[in-house]
């Protein structure tokens, strides 16, 4: 049976796009946004395999498959990647309560596997994978349950990165309350524990199991991308455009609402002091930072303050945001007072690529 491909790596980083793109391959299904992980845990689902706990997970698959499966009155979008017609989704209902009927206990990864291996012969695939950004943070719970799963680190450059973020709420009005997510130290740090976890894995484990993705590269050399992704993972790919694809933030020209949208100086010079020498060992250049204002250091307060009352709310209120960000802590403690090696001969990079965030 095939390894699992999972991606992995930073939101606003391009993984909603290369899933897609996935998904369009000939021979693998991808979910996502999956967040499995996230929710085995929030049912202490590690420790139990129980009836109920694997009524609780069937479900929650079955309700991320029907969520990434395009409506038929909606033309395209990116998030809407999944293969399935009605006549499938009712299958997967039919396959779902006849698992669940079986009183034979699973534990989480049985089930993921046996879910997603249906839904991989549903969608005439024989491989299967999905995307979490956050779950480099779980690649022990994932390898000691999937030997020989295969991780994409996807990564954008961090300047561009804390662009994305600072204005991920104004994608969608949905997204509104998490205006608040945004710091750039939170963010930049994110990335450089991210993009340190990568270095560290990769050395340990090696390129069979890694692969590093760059957004920027998704864009501006696709052909060559895929065809990494195929010797990495045996992926086969036909024909791919990402213009049809429909509407992606990650796919929008740069028009004058896009260039209106900025970082201020004093948050480039945070996200640069933080991230430039691990940036540098990726292959990204420095763009020439802006000239620093007053007016910057009150835009600093702000975001600080509303940070600093949505972090307090999802703390107080949220179980599994205390889990995540004990878990990020904890990665990010064990990094610091580590050295970055140099891994520039492992890394494949034909030059540096400027941190252009406009």
Known sequence: MPSPLILVGLPRSGSTLVSRILNESLNCFIINDFYYLQYVESVDGFAQSNPTI?????????TQVKNRTKPEDLDDEVWFGLPFSAADLQELDRFAEAYKANDESRTWAQVLEDIMQF????SHKPMWGYNTPQD???????????????????????????????????VDPKFRDDRGRYHPVI?????????????????????????????EE?????????????????????QVDLTSFGHNSSLSDKGSAKNKKRITALEE?????????????????????????????????????????????????????RKRVVKFVSQMLS????????????IRNDAPIQSDVV
């Open 269 to 321: 010079r945070i996200g640069h002091f933080l991230t430039h020498k691990v940036a540098h060992e990726l292959g990204y250049g420095n763009s020439p930072l802006q000239p620093l204002a007053v007016a910057d250091v009150f835009n600093l307060l702000a975001t600080t303050g509303r940070n600093g009352a949505y972090y307090f709310r999802q703390i107080v209120f949220s179980r599994n945001v």
């Open 136 to 170: 480099y943070l779980n690649f022990n719970i994932i390898s000691e349950a999937f030997a020989d799963a295969k991780f994409i680190f996807l990564l954008r450059s961090p300047l561009a990165t804390l662009l994305s973020y600072k204005y991920y709420w104004t």
């Open 54 to 62: 694997k009524g609780l997970l069937v479900d929650f698959i079955v």
């Open 187 to 215: 963010q930049a740090l994110a990335w450089k524990t991210c993009a340190t976890t990568y270095f560290g894995l990769l050395q340990e484990h090696g390129h069979d199991r890694f692969m590093l993705v760059k957004f």
């Open 218 to 238: 998704v864009l501006s050399n696709t052909k060559k991308v895929l065809a990494d992704i195929s010797r990495f993972s045996g992926i086969e790919f036909a």
């Open 335 to 346: 990094q610091a007072g580590q050295k970055v090696e140099t891994y520039s001969s492992t």
């Open 119 to 122: 839904l991989a012969e549903l």
